[in-house]
């Protein structure tokens, strides 16, 4: 995999944490698809609609997956079934080795944060059993903010908690919500490929 890093300084760098810094999306797509599945969906999930969606907060994706197949369904429902069933995945979770390398060169000389799309109960679980955690100095979830991926609230904030200006952070970034999400934040970003 080939990382476009764009030239010039920067005080901060922010990733995101699935398909970006750990390899975890077919377990989210497997987590969902037999979730929905619980839900009442009678065949397998839209592969690509769900990569679309990547960096959504959890309960948006509930819902918006019962818009498209017009299920009736209680999003807090789903959402809880899906991280159970994610947790049963994560164990076998895999780093996105060039990203992490990346992080790892920085994070002497640089703060570093995460900026996840996920609940902070799972974020925090997955820096854990990767054993990432101590890289990042600040870790924002979509607990800690009203509005989620393509919002910029997550990456500002992740900013504010490094003492860095906006402009001042380059982001990385798999999906198209969280990296619409960093350029609305005035930041730059580098676009990992999360289906290599």
């Not at 699935?18 to 969902?32: E, F, K, N, V």
Request: proline residues 8%; negative net charge; charged residues 25%.
């Amino acid at each position: 995999m080939q990382l476009d890093i764009p030239a010039g300084d920067f005080d901060g760098y922010i990733f995101d944490l699935d398909g970006t810094l750990i390899d975890t999306m077919p377990l989210h797509y497997r987590a969902w698809d037999r979730a929905m599945q619980a839900a009442g969906l009678p065949h397998a999930l839209d592969e690509e609609y769900f990569y679309a969606l990547g960096g959504v907060p959890t309960r948006r994706v509930a819902e918006l997956f019962g818009e498209r197949y017009g299920l009736k369904l209680d999003p807090d429902r789903v959402f809880h079934e899906k991280e159970a069933f994610f947790s049963e995945l994560q164990k076998d979770v895999r780093l996105i080795e060039p990203v992490v390398a990346f992080a790892r060169r920085m994070q002497p000389t640089h703060p570093l944060a995460v900026a996840s799309g996920g609940p902070r109960v799972i974020v925090s679980r997955s820096l854990e059993i990767t054993g990432l955690g101590p890289l990042f100095r600040a870790v924002v979830t979509a607990d800690d903010v009203v509005h989620g991926k393509p919002s910029p609230d997550m990456f500002l904030l992740a900013a504010q908690q490094l003492g860095v200006a906006p402009e001042r952070c380059l982001v990385f970034e798999d999906a198209e919500p969280g990296i619409q999400g960093a350029i609305a934040a005035g930041m730059k970003v580098v676009r990992v490929p999360s289906r290599a």
